[in-house]
């Protein structure tokens, strides 16, 4: 199994931002895919972004404008720029690690971190 450990989550207030951070230990083949995932009380996990090795990316609608990911395959790091953040956007914030993409809507693929809380509120 793939260790992941996030990072960067905290309080801020409508508008403002936020850097997760998720750093990977695994073999090469098993973080070919990276993806960031939240999921808020009474709700479903659902996917924020996601990235392959090679740079290719995909968001949520609900982020497409706001929220960048990006990695860094010397240092085995995925990041998740968040600007004007929103309400909404408060949930526990998940990294994934698989070998591949598959559909960005399975949760059952790969390594899962424990998750960084994200509070967007006034």
């Known amino acids: 199994q793939v260790q992941l450990v996030e990072s960067g989550g905290g309080l801020v207030q409508p508008g403002g931002s936020l850097r997760l951070s998720c750093a990977a230990s695994?073999?090469?083949?098993?973080?070919?895919?990276m993806g960031w995932y939240r999921q808020a009380p009474g709700k479903e996990r659902e996917l924020v972004a996601g990235i392959t090795r090679f740079g290719t990316t995909t968001y949520a609608d609900s982020v497409k404008d706001r929220f960048t990911i990006s990695r860094d395959n010397a240092k085995n790091m995925v990041y998740l720029q968040m600007n004007s953040l929103k309400p909404e956007d408060t949930a526990v914030y998940y990294c994934?690690?698989?070998?591949?993409?598959?559909?960005?809507?399975?949760?059952?693929?790969?390594?899962w971190g424990q998750g960084t809380q994200v509070t967007v509120s006034s």
């Open positions: 994934n690690a698989r070998r591949v993409v598959s559909s960005w809507s399975r949760t059952d693929l790969g390594s």
């Open positions: 695994g073999s090469i083949t098993d973080t070919n895919v």
